[in-house]
């Protein structure tokens, strides 16, 4: 086997949450690419059945299913749902995260994030979906895996897991103050540590789970957010869309054998100084 062979993920069978946003169809598109079936799993519907079917259309074999994560009665349907149509399941990706935007276009959750009023509701709706979806969704994932002997286990997580959000990226001149909430590094963080419990979990499983821990990257970003931010990098800019597809199919693959209880920070050298 060839070095490039190990990166190959032919009769393999993915399944991605949050496969409709902005990071979810580069992961589905990369591994399909590989050669996996891809289930995009999403909570719009319609999105994921347009990346799907754009997918098929360019050779793959790929379905949609929309489902709500933190409802167990359809995340154990849609799994039931991926094993009768695929027949197996070797790659996990939870991308699915409730991620406060600062592109055009979006807000804060909770208003302006400030911790001092941030709204119960909203910390609650975060825990649900960034923690709680992942447990359930990897909980009926792995069951599969262990029937089969193998599997592989791709968590999202952010550098803001790993460091404290410099707030002053976020304020601009002459307007209201906004900030980077409170839910957003502590879900991010507690992702490591459910990370690293199941990868010692399902020692000798072969049951394999790392994180993935991108940097910011570039969705429509204004000018000065862009200076702001690739002052703070050591690359000096915000990733592209797809340059986190090499390290997550790296982790998806046999390239990757030889880790577990992993992260991998694609940060443009942010956390490094």
Not at 11 to 15: K, M, R, S, W, Y
Not at 203 to 218: C, D, M, S
């Given at each position: 086997m060839t070095i490039l062979d190990k990166f190959k993920l032919d009769?393999?069978?993915?399944?991605v949450t949050g496969g409709a946003g902005l990071l979810g169809k580069e992961f589905c598109r990369t591994l399909a690419e590989a050669g996996a079936s891809v289930a995009v799993v999403d909570l719009d519907g319609s999105a994921a059945r347009q990346l799907s079917e754009a997918l098929n259309e360019n050779s793959a074999n790929s379905a949609a299913f929309q489902t709500n994560i933190t409802d167990p009665q359809q995340v154990g349907d849609m799994l039931q749902e991926v094993l009768g149509k695929f027949k197996r399941l070797d790659i996990l990706v939870n991308s699915a995260a409730?991620?406060?935007?600062?592109?055009?276009?979006?807000?804060?959750?909770?208003?302006?994030?400030?911790?001092?009023?941030?709204?119960?509701?909203?910390?609650?709706?975060?825990?649900?979906?960034?923690?709680?979806?992942?447990?359930?969704?990897?909980?009926?994932?792995?069951?599969?895996?262990?029937?089969?002997g193998q599997g592989a286990v791709i968590n999202l997580c952010s550098m803001y897991g790993l460091v404290g959000p410099d707030q002053r990226l976020y304020q601009k001149e002459g307007q209201p103050a906004r900030f980077k909430p409170v839910y957003y590094p502590v879900?991010?963080?507690?992702?490591?540590?459910?990370?690293?419990?199941?990868?010692?979990?399902?020692?000798?499983?072969?049951?394999?789970?790392?994180?993935?821990?991108?940097?910011?990257?570039?969705n429509g970003h204004d000018e000065t957010f862009l200076k702001e931010y690739a002052a703070r990098s050591?690359?000096?800019?915000?990733?592209?869309?797809?340059?986190?597809?090499?390290?997550?199919?790296?982790?998806?693959?046999?390239?990757?054998?030889?880790?577990?209880?992993?992260?991998?920070?694609v940060d443009g050298g942010w956390t490094a100084w």
């Open positions: 009769g393999q069978v993915a399944v409730l991620d406060p935007k600062f592109d055009p276009g979006h807000d804060t959750p909770g208003a302006s994030g400030a911790f001092e009023d941030f709204p119960l509701q909203a910390w609650q709706q975060a825990m649900d979906v960034n923690l709680t979806g992942m447990f359930l969704v990897t909980q009926a994932a792995v069951k599969p895996m262990l029937s089969q879900t991010k963080a507690g992702v490591l540590g459910f990370t690293r419990y199941l990868a010692a979990y399902y020692a000798g499983k072969n049951i394999r789970v790392n994180a993935l821990t991108p940097g910011g990257v570039f050591i690359l000096g800019r915000m990733a592209t869309r797809d340059e986190m597809n090499g390290a997550l199919l790296f982790l998806a693959s046999q390239a990757s054998a030889y880790m577990t209880g992993a992260n991998l920070v």
